[in-house]
């Protein structure tokens, strides 16, 4: 079984600046897709950043970015001048597209991020 | 595009009522939907896995005949919650799969807030 793991479970930031949050995972498949999910205090789940383990560049969306590191089983996402609207919880996701898997999401314990003014 | 919705939002009940919860893809065909369940400042655990036509798929420990899951058709999922009881109270959100034929993006509904009495 996939496990996901997120040793942060808060973090702040102030605005403007740069924050890392890290995710590391634990899988016997080669072949899988990350994922960084958003969770503001809406509740609304949002799909931040996606990855597929077979590309080696770093998956980036605008202000986010991945560093992807396939052998260390590691995938933190950075977010770069942060935003009083990215103050959220961020859970790291794993997806594995074997056979069988159903493409079914297993996800850390998320990361509490707040961005301070 | 990607959009889920929940139907309702917010739900109380009295215990030993019966709760459906719709999940819609408003504007894809979603192939697969999942449903998961969240306890406050906690992550997602998933419940069960339902493809259109056919029975779901439910996580060890999930019980199926306590939560019925119907995939009618490829914009609409229901998730009915049978004879509630105080500790199904929790938040339900459900995610759809199959934008433009990708399974490996789900897109989340908003929830939905269940308390039983």
């Known amino acids: 079984a996939q496990t996901v793991t997120q040793s942060q479970p808060e973090m702040s930031v102030q605005e403007a600046e740069t924050v890392t949050l890290s995710c590391t995972y634990d899988t016997s498949e080669n072949n899988y897709y990350l994922f960084w999910y958003k969770q503001p205090p809406s509740r609304q789940m949002i799909l931040v950043i996606r990855q597929e383990a077979y590309k080696q560049q770093n998956a980036t969306e605008n202000r986010f970015s991945v560093n992807f590191q396939k052998a260390a089983k590691s995938f933190s996402l950075k977010i770069s001048d942060s935003q009083l609207g990215d103050t959220a919880m961020y859970f790291c996701a794993f997806m594995g597209v074997s056979g069988g898997s159903n493409y079914k999401l297993t996800f850390g314990k998320g990361t509490l991020l707040t961005v301070n003014p | 595009g990607a959009v889920v919705s929940q139907h309702p939002s917010r739900v109380i009940c009295k215990s030993g009522t019966s709760v459906k919860i719709e999940c819609r893809s408003l504007?894809?065909?979603?192939?697969?939907m999942f449903w998961y369940r969240q306890f406050p400042k906690k992550s997602l655990m998933l419940m069960a896995t339902?493809?259109?036509?056919?029975?779901?798929?439910?996580e060890q420990g999930v019980e199926k005949d306590k939560f019925l899951i119907n995939h009618a058709s490829l914009t609409l999922s229901t998730l009915t919650v049978t004879s509630a009881h105080p500790e199904d109270s929790s938040f339900y959100i459900c995610?759809?799969?199959?934008?433009?034929?990708?399974?490996?993006?789900?897109?989340f509904g908003p929830g939905t807030r269940l308390l039983v009495l």
């Open positions: 995610s759809a799969s199959g934008l433009a034929g990708v399974q490996e993006t789900q897109y």
């Open positions: 504007d894809f065909q979603a192939t697969t």
């Open positions: 339902s493809n259109e036509g056919s029975k779901a798929t439910y």
